[in-house]
């Protein structure tokens, strides 16, 4: 499957997204490359900074966003379990969090067969397979979060809100996720 953007953003180009593993949570492995990242049953030595996701098995992107229009993909590879975003960069890493705007991560998931839309209460999204890889757009002076089905020009969930501060992409991790392309 090749990797493009959709039509309606073909002016953007799209944004090189590398993970910050000083984020990760202990039990998730970023590769070498820090593109793909992976979750391990087995909880890694490494140091528990202030950065640190230490209960979510989450990981940020290294980048943060201040201004600009922004575009990334991830391929979840048949994974069931994951969630992707952005999230503020003073965003808590400490104890659990709960997915929604007011914790400042505007994000989807799909847990248990179903894909939502992170919010309180979480809303249900109309997908019923797995899109196996999905389209992050970030317009920051617009205040927009944009979800899509790389290849079908379809837009799953937009959240739309006023940023302050900088933004980085968040992953949640159960599936290994790789960034595309």
């Not at 090749?2 to 799209?14: D, E, R, T, Y």
């Not at 993970?19 to 049953?41: F, G």
């Not at 922004?70 to 890493?93: K, M, P, Q």
Request: charged letters at 15%; glycine letters at 10%; hydrophobic letters at 40%.
């Amino acid at each position: 499957m090749g990797w493009a953007l959709p039509l309606m953003l073909c002016p953007i180009s799209a944004a090189m997204v590398i993970l910050d593993p000083d984020t990760a949570h202990p039990c998730l492995l970023v590769s070498e490359n820090q593109r793909s990242v992976k979750w391990r049953d087995l909880w890694q030595d490494v140091p528990d900074n202030p950065g640190r996701f230490d209960c979510e098995t989450c990981v940020l992107g290294l980048e943060g966003f201040t201004s600009g229009q922004h575009y990334w993909e991830v391929d979840f590879g048949g994974g069931r379990t994951w969630a992707v975003g952005v999230a503020r960069e003073s965003v808590r890493r400490k104890g659990w969090i709960n997915f929604s705007p007011e914790e400042m991560i505007w994000a989807m998931d799909q847990c248990g067969g179903h894909f939502r839309a992170c919010t309180s209460p979480d809303i249900l999204l109309p997908l019923t397979v797995s899109p196996g890889r999905i389209g992050v757009y970030l317009d920051y002076e617009q205040g927009l979060v944009s979800f899509y089905q790389p290849g079908m020009e379809t837009t799953i969930y937009i959240f739309t809100t006023s940023f302050t501060g900088k933004l980085h992409p968040f992953f949640w991790v159960y599936s290994p996720i790789t960034l595309c392309p």
